[in-house]
Structure formats: structure tokens, C-alpha cells
């Protein structure tokens, strides 16, 4: 998906920031964080869904 792919651009630019040796702005830094979290949550979620999906189609 789209944000999947902007989350990877964004990461690439950080590496590369790393790597040329400039300081992360920190607005951003924490703005990815708490993007990070939130797909985290909706992973999380969507496992939690898929493994209900998989017993309820066993149990039926």
C-alpha cells in the first residue's frame, strides 16, 4: 500500500541522514514514532482478526 511505501522512503532518508552524519529534526523523529506505534497496533490488530477468523473457520 501507498503508506507502506512512504514509511520505507521516509526510513531510506533517515538511514542516509545517519549516515552522512546530520542530526535528526526531532519533530520529525517523534512524528515517526508515533506513526511506527500505530501501524504496530493496526499489525497487532489485524493478526488478532485473522487468527479469530482461522479458529472460528476451524471450530465451524
Sequence with gaps: CQLH?????RL???????MSGL??????K???KEQEFKSKVKKS???RER???EIYSNSG
Aim: aromatic share 0%.
Design 30 to 32: 517523534s512524528e515517526s
Design 51 to 53: 487468527m479469530k477468523d
Design 23 to 28: 542530526p535528526n529534526p526531532p519533530v520529525k
Design 12 to 18: 531510506k532518508g533517515r538511514i542516509t541522514r545517519l
Design 5 to 9: 511505501t512512504k514509511a520505507m522512503l
Design 45 to 47: 490488530g489485524q493478526k
